[in-house]
């Protein structure tokens, strides 16, 4: 049972762009499934975009097209790639892995969109 590190968080303008990290220590990573997730304040977390192991990729309305969620298996990295951020993208992004039924939860990397 290893927590996710979350990393790449910033201060990005209407229309930036940004990369959010989550790495993963162990030889777990590659066989877990892994999600992305956001929370503003005052609401509900917020699931943002799943890749399988096996690269299947699915993700919310409010961020397809513009977020591409990947991984590097030899790195044991997890990777968010958001464009066109808007300043309803504002939020702690949070990293996840389910493993023998837990799951695991990073501790989030803030993303401000803000002129």
């Known amino acids: 049972q290893v927590q996710p590190v979350e990393s790449g968080g910033g201060l990005v303008q209407p229309g930036g762009s940004l990369r959010l990290s989550c790495a993963v220590s162990g030889s777990i990573f590659s066989a877990v499934t892994m999600a992305w997730y956001r929370q503003s304040p005052g609401k509900q977390r917020e699931w943002v975009a799943t890749i399988t192991s096996d690269d299947n990729t699915i993700y919310a309305n409010s961020v397809k097209g513009r977020f591409t969620i990947s991984r590097d298996n030899a790195k044991n990295t997890l990777y968010l790639r958001m464009s066109s951020l808007k300043p309803d993208d504002t939020a702690v992004y949070y990293c996840?892995?389910?493993?023998?039924?837990?799951?695991?939860w990073g501790q989030g990397t803030q993303v401000t969109v803000s002129s």
């Open positions: 996840k892995y389910r493993y023998s039924l837990i799951d695991y």
